[in-house]
């Protein structure tokens, strides 16, 4: 099975996930659960899995927000709130947005199916260096078919997630680096990538000028014909690196999965609970 599979798996399912950052049902749990702003719910929300961890845990496995965005909302979250009520309100919200985007299919056959497929594919994950996959996996499972999509979900974007960061940090590119690099495919506004991850301008160029001296970044601010093969490379790496679980399902599977949540998907993203391209990094299209 060719590793391109990974991409596609991860294209498919991303939404699944990553609308617990956008829906506003998201936003009120978490105030309801004592955070304060959106950072702070989406920082605590994502690392709650591992314990009430420092900052510095927050900024090494998240990798490419800046320190200080971190910095302003953790350890304070845990002050204000635990890691057991913040996981419990992302799961309500999570389970609440899906029956709002879903309605009658949330519960489904169909959506059970490819529920049952997306966790029979989390077995192929090995926890091994994979530090914000471990912690989820650590949790238990949900009973609702519509929250077992989203927690498998979770599980393979964190998976893959921990497998980018170990591509990135052997082709020694930092955090900032690696948002200039994607803006420099023009697919993503560098204004959108700089801002939601806390980089300053000055602290943006100067990433853009290690990249130009390193001859990936031409003049113009788009990627040269060596930046485009380490991009490559790089992506590749990481689907690479993602393929466990894919290969544990199957083509068949895989097929399968991909197909069944193809129009669950298309509703959440019409629905405006996973805006794309945004600011978790996911473009339009698997290409």
């Not at 991860?10 to 749990?29: D, G, I, S």
């Not at 350890?75 to 389970?95: G, I, K, Y």
């Not at 949790?139 to 519509?146: I, K």
């Amino acid at each position: 099975m060719l590793a391109s599979m990974a991409r596609r798996m991860w294209w498919a399912l991303e939404p699944f996930h990553a609308m617990v950052y956008f829906a506003p049902e998201a936003r009120a749990a978490f105030d309801d659960a004592g955070l304060k702003g959106g950072w702070m719910g989406y920082f605590a929300s994502r690392s709650a899995p591992m314990g009430p961890v420092p900052a510095e845990v927050v900024v090494a496995t998240f990798y490419n927000f800046h320190p200080r965005l971190v910095h302003r909302a953790i350890p304070d979250a845990w002050t204000l709130s635990s890691p057991e009520r913040v996981l419990a309100a992302r799961s309500a919200a999570a389970s609440a947005t899906l029956e709002r985007l879903l309605g009658p299919a949330a519960g489904s056959a169909e959506l059970a199916e490819a529920a049952r497929l997306a966790r029979r594919a989390t077995e192929g994950c090995d926890p091994i260096g994979r530090p914000l996959y471990a912690g989820h996996a650590s949790l238990p499972w949900p009973d609702e078919p519509h929250l077992v999509l989203w927690h498998a979900a979770t599980l393979l974007r964190e998976f893959r997630g921990d497998g980018h960061v170990a591509a990135l940090l052997g082709a020694g590119v930092d955090g900032c680096e690696a948002h200039v690099l994607v803006a420099a495919t023009g697919k993503i506004p560098a204004e959108l990538l700089r801002g939601a991850r806390g980089w300053s301008e000055a602290e943006w160029s100067a990433a853009v000028e290690r990249l130009r001296a390193r001859g990936w970044v031409a003049g113009d601010g788009t990627l040269t014909e060596q930046g485009r093969a380490t991009r490559a490379d790089i992506e590749a790496r990481t689907d690479e690196l993602a393929m466990a679980p894919w290969r544990h399902l199957g083509p068949d599977g895989c097929e399968r999965l991909a197909a069944l949540v193809a129009a669950p998907r298309a509703r959440i993203v019409e629905g405006g609970s996973f805006p794309a391209p945004n600011p978790v990094g996911l473009p339009p299209d698997p290409a």
